[in-house]
């Protein structure tokens, strides 16, 4: 409960305090190194207001005895978009996979059927979140992403195993397929964030246009020191991030336990001292 | 039910809490030995609430002037071009929301300067009342200083980042924006500006302007001089619908023959970065010419 809190008072809140920039007329101004550095900052903003608030149910929950499924379990360490959905909104994307994906066949009606029962579990999906064209373009942009990567795979997937590439060039593959993953569900939000989805390529023309102007540090230093707790989060989450903790939990458990009271005294306090201005949880929407 | 606290848990919530009261009292001694320069906000929202906190924490800082109003006032920075000046302009707000705070803190200063600007009808900025007004927060500053807006460390970090290390300027007229950039926002203000106010809006901004009106009166019975003023825009946005039919709405709440009207600038190419906010250059020009036309007002 005290991540969930940390990552919605102190991550969150202070965040959304530069992301009003992506909103029209503003964006017309914004340069494309910061309209980058935006898209980041609302990417980091959804996934700490709603883990964050996802946490605090849970914990909320387990002090009165409940156990509720963990909705989100680091997504932006995810190497595929269809990893990405398992990670992100748990419980919606089990629902929409139980009851939509395999009652229309799954994948077992073909590949071209697959492709199209993505896009069309996806496009509902996006409607899920509210009556408007631009959550349906979000929810096809999400199936059209899995449906071409579907593609990938299919084509790909011998050749790769065949000329064991995955250990030959292993970190580095796994890095370029979680910045490509990030950067494609980054530019996904850009819909949920503005009100049209003609604003969403505004914005991105906006940013083109702007290019030759310089990056605003004063909205860049704020919004990657305000990434780096969650990007340490997720961190901690790789498989690298996994193993050591464990080799130090195994090394010395007492010691480990202590580190890890502080690290949670470290979260409380900035609870306490920096939470930002208090806003609605922007799922509270849908 | 989960079982509560069990023995062998307790070295984790004693470190825990030693964490936290180790950062609290260590972070507190630093502010309150004048280790921790105080940040003026890293956000709009986050500099409001500073402005608004400083006049009630401080009140040995507390000056005899005072000039209300939007960013577009905040942008003249005044109290750097005249100390006896205190900012109570906010960004996103209006001069209605300056007058609340100025009246909640009790100072009554010499002179106050209003920005006179269609801002006015979106009302008292409830959010940073809310903020300044919440019970027991004023006392718990009075006693925990890093509890007050300007010391919250990520701003503080933030701001020693930004100025000192990366040496931006936190100022918020840029002039970075491009020629082109500028002009797609602005034909994009003159033509929210050319819309005719809605039924709501129009109501909306009657009503703020009779606040406005009663906080100016107010004042004026208590002595104070009170001059309202009209910032520049760029030209086109002066023909739009909003921009006339606002001023003829104060004008005629605020009769020239009654209250003070600072004289409109005669120049009309002013620079501005979206239609509204003038860049930092012609901000200047501006706010060298408002203090001397103040000076010589009567």
Same mark, same amino acid.
């Given at each position: 409960?005290?991540?969930?809190?940390?990552?919605?008072?102190?991550?969150?809140?202070?965040?959304?305090?530069?992301?009003?920039?992506?909103?029209?007329?503003?964006?017309?101004?914004?340069?494309?190194?910061?309209?980058?550095?935006?898209?980041?900052?609302?990417?980091?903003?959804?996934?700490?207001?709603?883990?964050?608030?996802?946490?605090?149910?849970?914990?909320?929950?387990?002090?009165?005895?409940?156990?509720?499924?963990?909705?989100?379990?680091?997504?932006?360490?995810?190497?595929?978009?269809?990893?990405?959905?398992?990670?992100?909104?748990?419980?919606?994307?089990?629902?929409?996979?139980?009851?939509?994906?395999?009652?229309?066949?799954?994948?077992?009606?073909?590949?071209?059927?697959?492709?199209?029962?993505?896009?069309?579990?996806?496009?509902?999906?996006?409607?899920?979140?509210?009556?408007?064209?631009?959550?349906?373009?979000?929810?096809?942009?999400?199936?059209?992403?899995?449906?071409?990567?579907?593609?990938?795979?299919?084509?790909?997937?011998?050749?790769?195993?065949?000329?064991?590439?995955?250990?030959?060039?292993?970190?580095?593959?796994?890095?370029?397929?979680?910045?490509?993953?990030?950067?494609?569900?980054?530019?996904?939000?850009?819909?949920?964030?503005?009100?049209?989805?003609?604003?969403?390529?505004?914005?991105?023309?906006?940013?083109?246009?702007?290019?030759?102007?310089?990056?605003?540090?004063?909205?860049?230093?704020?919004?990657?020191?305000?990434?780096?707790?969650?990007?340490?989060?997720?961190?901690?989450?790789?498989?690298?991030?996994?193993?050591?903790?464990?080799?130090?939990?195994?090394?010395?458990?007492?010691?480990?336990?202590?580190?890890?009271?502080?690290?949670?005294?470290?979260?409380?306090?900035?609870?306490?001292?920096?939470?930002?201005?208090?806003?609605?949880?922007?799922?509270?929407?849908? | 039910?989960?079982?509560?606290?069990?023995?062998?848990?307790?070295?984790?919530?004693?470190?825990?809490?030693?964490?936290?009261?180790?950062?609290?009292?260590?972070?507190?001694?630093?502010?309150?030995?004048?280790?921790?320069?105080?940040?003026?906000?890293?956000?709009?929202?986050?500099?409001? =609430?500073?402005?608004?906190?400083?006049?009630?924490?401080?009140?040995?800082?507390? *000056? $005899? %002037?005072?000039? @209300?109003?939007? &960013? #577009?006032?905040?942008?003249?920075?005044?109290?750097?071009?005249?100390?006896?000046?205190?900012?109570?302009?906010?960004?996103?707000?209006?001069?209605?929301?300056?007058?609340?705070?100025?009246?909640?803190?009790?100072?009554?200063?010499?002179?106050?300067?209003?920005?006179?600007?269609?801002?006015?009808?979106?009302?008292?900025?409830?959010?940073?009342?809310?903020?300044?007004?919440?019970?027991?927060?004023?006392?718990?500053?009075?006693?925990?200083?890093?509890?007050?807006?300007?010391?919250?460390?990520?701003?503080?970090?933030?701001?020693?980042?930004?100025?000192?290390?990366?040496?931006?300027?936190?100022?918020?007229?840029?002039?970075?924006?491009?020629?082109?950039?500028?002009?797609?926002? =602005?034909?994009?203000?003159?033509?929210?500006?050319?819309?005719?106010?809605?039924? *709501? $809006? %129009?109501?909306? @901004?009657?009503? &703020? #302007?009779?606040?406005?009106?009663?906080?100016?009166?107010?004042?004026?019975?208590?002595?104070?001089?009170?001059?309202?003023?009209?910032?520049?825009?760029?030209?086109?946005?002066?023909?739009?619908?909003?921009?006339?039919?606002?001023?003829?709405?104060?004008?005629?709440?605020?009769?020239?023959?009654?209250?003070?009207?600072?004289?409109?600038?005669?120049?009309?190419?002013?620079?501005?970065?979206?239609?509204?906010?003038?860049?930092?250059?012609?901000?200047?020009?501006?706010?060298?010419?408002?203090?001397?036309?103040?000076?010589?007002?009567?």
């Amino acid at each position: 409960m005290i991540v969930g809190f940390f990552l919605k008072l102190v991550i969150a809140d202070n965040i959304k305090d530069y992301t009003w920039w992506i909103a029209f007329p503003y964006y017309e101004v914004v340069s494309f190194k910061t309209g980058l550095i935006l898209i980041l900052a609302y990417s980091v903003q959804i996934f700490t207001d709603f883990a964050g608030y996802s946490l605090i149910a849970i914990g909320l929950a387990w002090m009165f005895g409940y156990e509720l499924i963990q909705n989100f379990n680091f997504p932006y360490i995810s190497q595929s978009i269809s990893e990405f959905w398992r990670r992100w909104h748990i419980s919606l994307s089990t629902w929409l996979r139980d009851y939509l994906y395999f009652p229309l066949g799954g994948n077992r009606k073909g590949k071209f059927r697959t492709y199209v029962n993505l896009m069309i579990v996806m496009g509902l999906g996006g409607l899920w979140h509210g009556a408007a064209i631009s959550y349906i373009i979000w929810g096809l942009y999400h199936g059209i992403g899995l449906a071409i990567e579907r593609m990938f795979a299919d084509l790909l997937e011998p050749l790769w195993k065949r000329y064991k590439l995955e250990g030959a060039l292993g970190w580095w593959v796994a890095l370029a397929k979680g910045l490509f993953v990030f950067t494609f569900v980054s530019f996904g939000w850009l819909l949920f964030k503005l009100t049209t989805s003609t604003q969403a390529i505004e914005f991105v023309i906006a940013m083109w246009r702007n290019r030759a102007m310089p990056l605003d540090m004063s909205v860049a230093a704020p919004v990657i020191l305000l990434s780096i707790p969650p990007f340490i989060y997720h961190l901690l989450a790789t498989p690298r991030g996994m193993a050591l903790r464990k080799s130090w939990s195994e090394k010395s458990p007492a010691r480990y336990r202590r580190l890890e009271a502080c690290a949670f005294g470290i979260l409380l306090y900035f609870i306490f001292a920096n939470a930002g201005s208090s806003d609605a949880f922007i799922y509270f929407q849908f | 039910m989960h079982s509560s606290t069990s023995n062998s848990e307790r070295p984790f919530f004693i470190a825990l809490v030693a964490t936290f009261a180790v950062l609290l009292v260590g972070y507190e001694l630093l502010v309150r030995a004048g280790r921790v320069d105080s940040s003026r906000g890293i956000t709009f929202f986050e500099e409001n =609430i500073v402005k608004a906190q400083q006049l009630r924490d401080y009140p040995n800082r507390r *000056k $005899e %002037s005072v000039a @209300l109003g939007s &960013s #577009l006032t905040a942008n003249l920075y005044l109290p750097s071009l005249d100390g006896q000046f205190v900012d109570l302009a906010f960004r996103g707000g209006n001069s209605l929301t300056g007058f609340e705070i100025l009246q909640e803190s009790g100072h009554v200063p010499k002179f106050i300067l209003v920005e006179m600007t269609d801002t006015l009808k979106s009302g008292l900025d409830k959010k940073l009342l809310r903020q300044q007004q919440t019970t027991g927060f004023g006392t718990l500053r009075s006693f925990l200083f890093q509890t007050r807006q300007e010391y919250r460390p990520i701003s503080v970090g933030v701001h020693d980042i930004t100025s000192e290390v990366l040496k931006v300027e936190l100022r918020g007229t840029k002039t970075s924006t491009s020629e082109d950039a500028r002009a797609k926002a =602005i034909a994009g203000y003159v033509r929210g500006q050319s819309a005719e106010y809605s039924p *709501k $809006e %129009s109501a909306d @901004l009657d009503a &703020s #302007l009779d606040a406005l009106k009663s906080f100016v009166d107010e004042y004026l019975k208590k002595g104070t001089r009170v001059v309202l003023f009209n910032p520049p825009v760029s030209e086109p946005a002066t023909k739009a619908y909003r921009y006339q039919e606002f001023l003829i709405r104060a004008l005629n709440k605020f009769p020239p023959e009654t209250y003070t009207w600072l004289k409109i600038h005669p120049r009309k190419d002013w620079v501005t970065n979206d239609g509204s906010h003038l860049v930092k250059e012609d901000a200047d020009v501006y706010a060298a010419w408002l203090l001397q036309e103040v000076k010589q007002s009567p």
